[in-house]
């Protein structure tokens, strides 16, 4: 078996709990090194996980003889960049999503791809999460009948430092790093599941607002899309709503019934028909990436396929970037 020895590029909060442990305790997987440009957080990291070698700079930890691997954690400006230059030193990347900060820089990371013929994967961890694999099943099994119509609705209210002076705001809101503000790094969860569902949409256009005047960015989207089988479908995003309106839900109206699930709560998933309602629930691994990891593990030891690669992850940005109006 192939042992793939990491290297994070990027060690904040995601690689804390969501993704970072789960590198450690798959088989044939370990992590060797992590890179920060801020020296004492990569050497905090590495220190509290037993990690030998820590840099200040993405090339180094790419160029290390030790790195077959790598992982891009970085805010989304940067993932093309670090993608790219892992590619080009014919080392696999997993980055987080969305893939980049643009539809063009999606479309330059996969060029790479295919001229060096080195994969990278995306963190489109849901797919491959049991809560999510449920909700297929359903779908799959004809139970709500045909889709006739799906329906995002997601509010939120502002995050505590959304309203702190411009140098403190958080990176999601800034559209420079983030590619937008909390739309573009929540709504890409959201559309990839129902383009795993149901296929690539292929037209899609959004009014966005900035109505509470916190950030820059927007805070307000609604949406409109239609997939490449026909199917319609919506969405309403709200960042910035009193607590009374918080929502995570998303609705798949079939002729047969009605399948409602959350996409970041897990709450129970209720199925609908004329038999009655079906609450089922399923429980998050204690990794959410885990599955999905040890699918990418698996992909390049030559045991599995991972479908979650760069080209597939792309019509989300592609999407995002319609509905934004920035093409």
């Not at 696999?92 to 990371?109: H, I, S």
């Not at 080195?118 to 009948?145: H, N, Q, T, W």
């Not at 509010?155 to 909390?182: F, H, L, N, S, T």
């Not at 940005?317 to 319609?322: E, I, K």
Request: aromatic share 12%; with cysteine.
């Amino acid at each position: 078996m192939k042992i793939l020895q990491w290297g994070f590029i990027g060690c904040g909060e995601v690689t804390e709990l969501k993704s970072g442990p789960a590198f450690q305790e798959i088989e044939g997987s370990k992590v060797v090194a992590v890179m920060s440009r801020h020296e004492a957080g990569v050497r905090s990291y590495a220190e509290r996980h037993g990690i030998r070698k820590w840099f200040t700079d993405g090339q180094e930890l790419i160029d290390d003889p030790d790195v077959n691997a790598v992982y891009v954690a970085t805010p989304p400006s940067s993932h093309a960049t670090y993608a790219i230059m892992a590619m080009r030193a014919g080392k696999p990347v997993y980055v987080e999503k969305p893939l980049a900060a643009t539809y063009e820089d999606c479309v330059r990371v996969n060029r790479v791809s295919e001229e060096t013929g080195v994969p990278c994967f995306v963190a489109y961890y849901r797919r491959y999460m049991p809560y999510f694999l449920k909700v297929k099943e359903i779908i799959d099994s004809g139970r709500i009948g045909k889709t006739l119509n799906v329906l995002i609705r997601f509010a939120a209210p502002p995050r505590d430092k959304d309203g702190a002076p411009d140098g403190e705001k958080p990176w999601r809101v800034q559209p420079d790093i983030a590619g937008g503000g909390y739309f573009y790094d929540m709504a890409p969860h959201q559309l990839d599941l129902l383009q795993w569902l149901y296929g690539v949409i292929i037209e899609a256009h959004g009014f966005c607002a900035n109505r509470a005047g916190l950030y820059a960015a927007e805070d307000t989207v609604s949406a409109c899309f239609q997939f490449e089988n026909g199917l319609t479908g919506s969405g309403s995003w709200c960042f910035a709503a009193h607590e009374s309106a918080r929502e995570d839900r998303i609705e798949i109206v079939g002729d047969k019934g009605l399948l409602c699930f959350s996409v970041f709560d897990f709450q129970p998933i209720r199925l609908h028909t004329g038999e009655g309602t079906e609450v089922i629930t399923v429980e998050a691994p204690r990794y959410v990436q885990y599955p999905i990891i040890q699918r990418v593990c698996e992909h390049l030891q030559g045991l599995a396929i991972c479908e979650c690669t760069s080209v597939s992850a792309t019509p989300v940005n592609w999407a995002l970037d319609r509905i934004l109006g920035k093409f």
